[in-house]
């Protein structure tokens, strides 16, 4: 994680005196955040042990972001642990299914293509509509088509930009909602920088890494130790610490607010149980320039940095011994849980 100081000369780009992103003494090498958690990604391949007491988490996630997908275009992905096929349907509706054909297993994003507001399947043509329902055997004219020709669909919205779907474990409906970005919409606004990378950490961990401001002492080198308000109301958590504001929305987004003139989203796709991608977004004021936004950008990820050593070296304690002072980790804990199908309070 980053924190803020409102002190100039402690590392500031220029423009940047009010708004600085410290780096701490634990600098990453090599400094790339994806070629420091390739490196142990690699490592780990073939490892075989599970790491993490919990099941993929419930919530809305993005899987990318709307200007990425095109009208009748469709992409791959593996996230929540299966393969899936993201699509913009003809009339521009985004869509999310899985990938493979119930009929004889075909991956239909693999050789498919988007018709109408679904897709038809590479292997025989069967057409399965935005819902997932089957509505046409194209050999099979005039005859029933199976009640169990359908595969599985994910409720998608759009907003600020981003593609967000809702996955739950047990096929449950959306109980919270997605958050608003205005300043990802407003022209008064640079257009947001995107950054991302795959990590082998779950979003659990970085949750919780935002409850433990006594890590930012010691990992990032912040001086003197954020004090911080926390309000917890069900799915929305808000932290503030002056004028430095965090809110989660689930477990899959952050926004990160510094006074008026700064605004970072993060949010974190579970590639697998063991795994994420994960996302930010900065924007700030035109007025503030461009040279501004990419250094606050550069200077929050060398911070991320930090922590993706830690976490992707890290077991996790499932009763971790901690002190009176750091309370707000098991605040976290308690939080997160509602995000999980099939855990013991």
């Not at 410290?22 to 142990?40: F, I, N, T, W």
């Not at 020709?149 to 593609?163: D, F, L, N, V, W």
């Not at 080198?221 to 932290?239: C, E, F, I, K, Q």
């Not at 977004?281 to 501004?292: C, E, L």
Request: aromatic fraction near 12%.
């Amino acid at each position: 994680m980053s924190t803020t100081t409102n002190e100039p000369g402690t590392g500031a780009r220029p423009g940047m005196e009010d708004a600085v992103f410290e780096v701490g003494p634990m600098r990453s090498d090599p400094a790339s955040v994806h070629d420091l958690s390739r490196r142990v990604q690699i490592r780990r391949e073939g490892v075989g042990e599970k790491r993490y007491p919990f099941p993929i988490p419930n919530g809305w996630f993005v899987v990318d972001e709307s200007r990425e997908l095109a009208p009748g275009e469709h992409k791959n992905l593996y996230a929540f642990g299966k393969d899936l096929v993201l699509f913009r349907s003809e009339s521009g509706e985004a869509r999310l299914m899985d990938a493979y054909c119930p009929h004889l297993g075909a991956h239909i994003g693999v050789g498919g293509r988007v018709e109408g507001d679904g897709m038809r399947c590479p292997f025989h043509g069967w057409h399965f509509d935005g819902g997932g329902r089957c509505i046409d055997i194209p050999y099979a004219e005039g005859k029933a088509i199976p009640a169990k020709a359908k595969i599985r669909t994910y409720p998608i919205i759009e907003s600020s930009h981003m593609i967000w779907a809702w996955h739950h474990l047990e096929g449950g409906e959306p109980f919270y909602d997605v958050p608003h970005i205005p300043e990802f919409e407003d022209p008064d606004w640079q257009p947001y920088e995107t950054y991302e990378v795959e990590v082998a950490t779950i979003a659990q961990e970085f949750a919780e890494g935002e409850f433990d401001v006594q890590h930012f002492k010691y990992v990032h080198g912040a001086t003197p130790l954020p004090s911080t308000d926390m309000v917890v109301n069900g799915t929305y958590r808000h932290n503030s610490n002056g004028n430095f504001t965090i809110e989660n929305f689930g477990l899959g987004c952050t926004l990160i607010s510094v006074g008026d003139s700064i605004r970072i989203g993060q949010s974190l796709l579970p590639i697998d149980d063991e795994n994420v991608r994960m996302r930010w977004w900065f924007t700030m004021p035109n007025s503030m320039g461009d040279a501004a936004l990419k250094g606050l950008a550069a200077n929050f990820l060398d911070g991320i940095s930090q922590d993706i050593v830690i976490w992707e070296n890290k077991r996790y304690e499932p009763k971790p011994l901690v002190t009176a002072v750091e309370r707000n980790i098991r605040v976290g804990r308690e939080w997160a849980l509602q995000f999980y199908s099939g855990l013991d309070s």
